[in-house]
């Protein structure tokens, strides 16, 4: 069983088997798309991809609210632990981990990972995604803020993952041409577009998508997610 809510641009909050809750890349404070009303009951894992505001900045808060544990590479959960976050288990890409009922696969990801945090700019690592190993076989790939890159080819050979949420909305990550060549090269089921619509500058659509993927003769659905609704998959 998956059951998924989408709070706003790469936020999920991920309803497994036996209720255990993961959330990727919270970001709830600023968050325009995040819904009005909707509260946290608990949090039992975290997945964090990178160290931007708009997938880190409410990590601290909600660590230390509801203590989960934690995947994310190395420099970010030492930066956790000097915050007082506990939980942080540290990996990195290629490695895969235990987080509650899952095994979680750290992957590449094309892109950018640093912050400002009071007065000067910190690096966080490298940007990542994750492979999700569900407890029911299926696989689960969340791509973080990414660019294509040409090893998704590999990351279908290696997992053969059958949902995959991918960004789209173009200027800080991939846009729709490149989401429909990542499609291509990971051949799943289910596709959740998201990381689109946030802000103006973000102009990528899952009605592009869907247009190029349907021209490229790709069987692959696209699940658009509404924000604040809880969806199976």
């Known amino acids: 069983m998956l059951e998924v809510t989408w709070l706003g641009h790469s936020t999920f909050e991920m309803r497994l088997d036996g209720g255990e809750v993961l959330v ?3 970001w709830v404070e600023g968050n325009p798309k995040y819904p009005q ?3 946290f009951e608990k949090i039992d894992t975290m997945i964090i991809s990178h160290g931007h505001f708009d997938h880190f900045n409410d990590v601290v808060p909600l660590a230390k609210k509801f203590e989960p544990k934690i995947a994310a590479i190395f420099e970010v959960t030492k930066f956790l632990e000097e915050k007082g976050v506990k939980g942080a288990a540290a990996m ?3 490695g895969t981990a235990p987080l509650g009922s899952i095994k979680v696969t ?3 990801a094309i892109h950018s990972s640093c912050f400002v945090d009071g007065s000067k700019l910190s690096c966080a690592g490298e940007p990542v995604g994750f492979i999700l190993h569900l407890q029911d076989g299926r696989r689960v790939y969340f791509a973080g803020d990414t660019a294509v890159f040409s090893d998704m080819a590999l990351l279908q050979q290696i997992y ?3 949902i995959v949420f991918l960004p789209i909305g173009d200027l800080f990550t991939m846009g729709p041409e490149q989401a429909a060549v990542a499609v291509g090269l990971l ?3 289910i596709v959740v577009p998201m990381h689109y619509g946030t802000f103006p500058a973000l102009t990528g659509t899952p009605e592009e998508l869907k247009r190029l993927l349907s ?3 790709s ?3 696209v699940r658009v997610l509404n924000i604040g609704e809880r969806t199976p998959l």
Do not use: I, L
């Open 92 to 94: 990195n890409k290629g």
């Open 24 to 26: 990727t890349d919270p």
């Open 187 to 189: 051949k799943p089921k």
């Open 106 to 108: 750290m992957t590449e």
């Open 219 to 221: 069987s692959a659905e």
């Open 37 to 39: 009303g909707h509260k």
């Open 160 to 162: 053969r993952p059958e």
């Open 215 to 217: 021209e490229a003769g």
